[in-house]
């Protein structure tokens, strides 16, 4: 009762003021007396991650941290250096992994935001986005009441006007996490890619705050029969060390 009652504050504008108040903590210099892996306003990839993968030679996602161990995810068509962000929840982070990949944010806006739930670590930067890019998409779950959404997606729509280049994404509507969780399976010639969210991680899987072990396991058994073994799996955080050592 008392966890229902504390994650019913965690989805209010309290919820956000928490969200800006650990970003602030986890940039704050000095923090537990080593340097700081984000500094303010400065993108440093970690050693852990790699600077970017790519996709049918004509796409780069590039992961960026924040928090202890979120990721947002840039996606960019190299030739025009058009973009779309996935989870960009900490702005100044993906404004600045922006700059250092020289895609001027300035001058270059994001074709869209791909938010997978409504979680402020994963949407609570949208109005930001909105603020900075007026009339920017931001695609969301159907019904997910996810911040600053323009575009509510269903289950199997495949987005393809994003980026040139010939991509497309699919949504794979996940509700078990939250109510209207959606993953995003982006697909560009032989290569894919998915945009797991909190649905799936390396060695487990996201908490059942809205949904129940059934939808899960209906969820997994649904990946595990569309999706080619050789996807590659892009989650928004890194828990396989904790998976792994709880398991
Ligand atoms: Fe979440």
């Known amino acids: 009762m008392f966890f229902w009652l504390i994650y019913r504050i965690y989805l209010t ?3 956000k003021w928490r969200h ?3 970003l602030g903590r986890v940039k704050a210099p000095g ?3 080593k340097e700081t892996i984000h500094p303010h306003c400065k993108y440093e990839k970690t050693d852990s991650v790699p600077e970017y993968f790519f996709m049918d030679n004509k796409y780069q996602v590039i992961p960026v941290p924040f928090l202890d161990d979120n ?3 840039i996606v960019v068509h190299v030739e025009s250096k058009q ?3 996935v989870d960009p929840a900490d702005f100044d982070t993906v404004q600045a992994a922006l700059e250092h990949y020289e895609l001027s944010p300035a001058t270059n806006a994001p074709r869209a935001i791909l938010t997978t739930h409504k979680h402020w670590d994963h949407a609570g930067h949208n109005d930001r986005f909105v603020a900075a890019y007026p ?3 931001i695609i969301g779950g159907p019904g997910e009441n996810t911040l600053a959404v323009t575009k509510e997606v269903q289950d199997n729509e495949v987005v393809t006007e994003l980026l040139d280049g010939g991509i497309s994404i699919k949504v794979i509507h996940t509700p078990c996490h939250t109510g209207h969780h959606v993953m995003f399976l982006a697909t560009a010639g032989e290569d894919q ?3 797991t969210g909190d649905c799936i991680f390396q060695s487990g899987v996201g908490m ?3 949904g129940t072990a059934t939808q899960m396991h209906a969820i997994l058994k649904r990946v595990t029969n569309e999706v080619s073994h050789s996807t590659s799996l892009f989650f928004g955080h890194d828990y396989g060390f904790k998976n792994i050592c709880w398991a």
């Open 13 to 15: 504008k309290v919820g």
């Open 208 to 210: 059942f705050f809205e």
């Open 83 to 85: 973009y779309v962000l």
């Open 31 to 33: 923090r537990d007396g």
């Open 71 to 73: 990721f947002a995810y």
């Open 135 to 137: 009339g920017i998409k």
């Open 193 to 195: 890619f998915m945009f």
């Open 20 to 22: 800006d108040s650990e």
